[in-house]
């Protein structure tokens, strides 16, 4: 059974810093990965979504990369900002749930500092 | 730039008594999925809908659940005697062509309270 794990469960930084989070899947037979912010209270917003095949994606400030064999992504935010702050998910889709099944690990909530 | 609605935001219900809560995906997308998320726990997936049927339901998604596209823009989802443990937030969320592989589009959600 798929298992979807997020470290730390929060963070705290300082306005400008790089950070990284973290997500691991127990389970490599994967279609994709997806991250998303979540903002208290409201609904979720997609970030990025890596497929199987690849190896990163870009979207600004933020990048994804992922690691089939090894079941790890990491979302990489650079020179981040106040606005940052939210909880950050990621979920995987796996090739045994036909249906567009998305597994979410719990989440990590990000602080960032003035 | 198209995004997922759903109504109400808030929804506060008797145990026992019915209720509906109703999503419209975006416009062009054809896989249609709700999810749900408990206080303080993680987004649990509940059912997914294509071409006018369920494609995968989740061993939450039992018999007092259903959905429903009842036109060309709704999607519904009904819990038909709610219970204190069905208390949760209520994400609908969408995908655009045929295959459940694409980025899904989730919308504000809504927070539903059994009392």
């Known amino acids: 059974k798929q298992e979807v794990t997020q470290i730390p469960a929060a963070l705290s930084v300082p306005e400008g810093e790089n950070l990284v989070l973290n997500c691991s899947f127990t389970d490599s037979a994967i279609y994709n990965l997806q991250w998303f912010r979540q903002d208290p209270g409201k609904g979720l917003t997609s970030l990025l979504l890596i497929q199987s095949s690849q190896r990163e994606q870009t979207s600004g400030r933020l990048n994804a990369s992922l690691d089939k064999s090894s079941g790890r992504s990491t979302l990489y935010i650079a020179a981040s900002q106040p606005g940052d702050s939210a909880t950050y998910l990621c979920?995987?889709?796996?090739?045994?749930?036909?249906?567009?099944?998305?597994?979410f690990g719990q989440g990590t909530e990000l602080s960032v500092k003035p | 730039e198209p995004e997922v609605t759903q109504t109400p935001s808030h929804q506060v219900t008797q145990m026992g008594q019915e209720v509906i809560l109703r999503c419209v995906p975006i416009?062009?997308?054809?896989?249609f999925y709700w999810y749900r998320q408990i206080l303080g726990q993680k987004v649990e997936f509940l059912v997914s809908?294509?071409?006018?049927?369920?494609?995968?339901k989740s061993e939450i998604f039992d018999d007092q659940f259903s959905v429903e596209r009842p036109d060309g823009s709704n999607f519904t989802l009904k819990i038909r005697s709610t219970k204190l443990e069905d208390s949760a937030m209520y994400f609908c969320?969408?995908?655009?062509?045929?295959?459940?592989?694409?980025?899904?589009?989730f919308g504000p959600g809504t927070r539903l309270t059994v009392t």
């Open positions: 979920a995987v889709r796996d090739i045994y749930n036909q249906g567009g099944k998305l597994i």
């Open positions: 969320a969408s995908t655009i062509g045929g295959t459940a592989t694409g980025e899904q589009y």
């Open positions: 809908f294509y071409n006018n049927e369920i494609s995968e």
């Open positions: 416009s062009n997308h054809l896989y």
